[in-house]
């Protein structure tokens, strides 16, 4: 994407008629259109069940048909258009040597506490990681199934990269026992790592206790450092970013012996 859109700089620059901005944003960034001229949707199917209420707001398939607008519920899209709404599963076997309770214990490190199925027993041969990755297991291969979606390809991405390096370096992880970090190296990590994220104004350099809490765009995410719980009610997106990046931190500060 770099690349084509330095291409398109390029073929653009020495035409002083064209007046062209590009942008290039990263996978899964929200971005905002603007278009001059009002626009009118009519709602249809599912989503004009309900009477809309005041701020909410209404996610949909856009329509154009005949020049006139509708917007439409995915699930409805066979009942009123000639279009159909497809699942894409992807499938990918790797070839593991060690145990599921050795793959357990490697996920739960590179995902962090909750991200592995607790339901899952020895017998089933299957785990669950990130709530939407299924592994299963036939002798020596680990099989990954996902739903096909822009977030599920990059934890799928993140779990196989694991995978294979485990495998080429041969350096396959043991149940062994583990020490917490130092709490006051844990808080001054924290800190600067959130503070290059977010910037040094969102993150307070100097606080009592054991909460911590960061404002993003005027948001608050509230940070307990003794049981590294993150919460925050205004943005899914900076939740999940910063819990995270909290449990990532807080497990490659713990010493194995």
């Given at each position: 994407?770099?690349?084509?859109?330095?291409?398109?700089?390029?073929?653009?620059?020495?035409?002083?008629?064209?007046?062209?901005?590009?942008?290039?944003?990263?996978?899964?960034?929200?971005?905002?259109?603007?278009?001059?001229?009002?626009?009118?949707?009519?709602?249809?199917?599912?989503?004009?069940?309900?009477?809309?209420?005041?701020?909410?707001?209404?996610?949909?398939?856009?329509?154009?048909?005949?020049?006139?607008?509708?917007?439409?519920?995915?699930?409805?899209?066979?009942?009123?258009?000639?279009?159909?709404?497809?699942?894409?599963?992807?499938?990918?076997?790797?070839?593991?040597?060690?145990?599921?309770?050795?793959?357990?214990?490697?996920?739960?490190?590179i995902g962090g506490p909750g991200t592995v199925s607790?339901?899952?027993?020895?017998?089933?041969?299957?785990?669950?990681?990130?709530?939407?990755?299924?592994?299963?297991?036939?002798?020596?291969?680990?099989?990954?199934?996902?739903?096909?979606?822009?977030?599920?390809?990059?934890?799928?991405?993140?779990?196989?990269?694991?995978?294979?390096?485990?495998?080429?370096?041969?350096?396959?992880?043991?149940?062994?026992?583990?020490?917490k970090p130092d709490k006051m190296h844990f808080k001054?990590?924290?800190?600067?790592?959130?503070?290059?994220?977010f910037g040094a104004s969102s993150v307070p350099k100097?606080?009592?206790?054991?909460?911590?809490?960061?404002?993003?765009?005027?948001?608050?995410?509230?940070?307990?450092?003794?049981?590294?719980?993150?919460?925050?009610?205004?943005?899914?997106?900076?939740?999940?970013?910063?819990?995270?990046?909290?449990?990532?931190?807080?497990?490659?500060?713990?010493?194995?012996?």
């Amino acid at each position: 994407m770099n690349r084509l859109k330095s291409a398109l700089q390029r073929e653009y620059e020495s035409d002083p008629n064209a007046n062209i901005s590009l942008y290039n944003p990263k996978n899964t960034h929200a971005v905002e259109l603007y278009f001059r001229g009002e626009k009118t949707a009519k709602v249809m199917g599912n989503l004009a069940v309900k009477n809309p209420e005041e701020g909410q707001k209404l996610s949909g398939v856009l329509v154009k048909r005949d020049f006139k607008y509708h917007l439409l519920a995915a699930s409805d899209l066979s009942k009123y258009t000639d279009m159909s709404m497809s699942v894409v599963t992807q499938r990918q076997s790797i070839h593991w040597k060690g145990s599921i309770a050795t793959l357990r214990l490697l996920l739960e490190r590179i995902g962090g506490p909750g991200t592995v199925s607790s339901e899952t027993t020895e017998n089933d041969k299957k785990i669950k990681i990130f709530d939407c990755i299924d592994l299963s297991f036939d002798g020596k291969i680990v099989v990954m199934e996902w739903q096909a979606t822009p977030v599920n390809d990059m934890y799928a991405d993140t779990v196989l990269a694991t995978l294979l390096q485990s495998e080429l370096s041969g350096s396959m992880v043991k149940g062994a026992s583990a020490t917490k970090p130092d709490k006051m190296h844990f808080k001054e990590c924290l800190i600067e790592t959130l503070q290059e994220m977010f910037g040094a104004s969102s993150v307070p350099k100097l606080f009592k206790g054991d909460s911590l809490s960061v404002t993003v765009h005027g948001k608050q995410v509230d940070i307990n450092l003794n049981t590294l719980e993150v919460s925050c009610e205004q943005d899914e997106v900076l939740y999940q970013t910063v819990k995270t990046t909290v449990n990532k931190l807080h497990q490659n500060l713990v010493q194995v012996s």
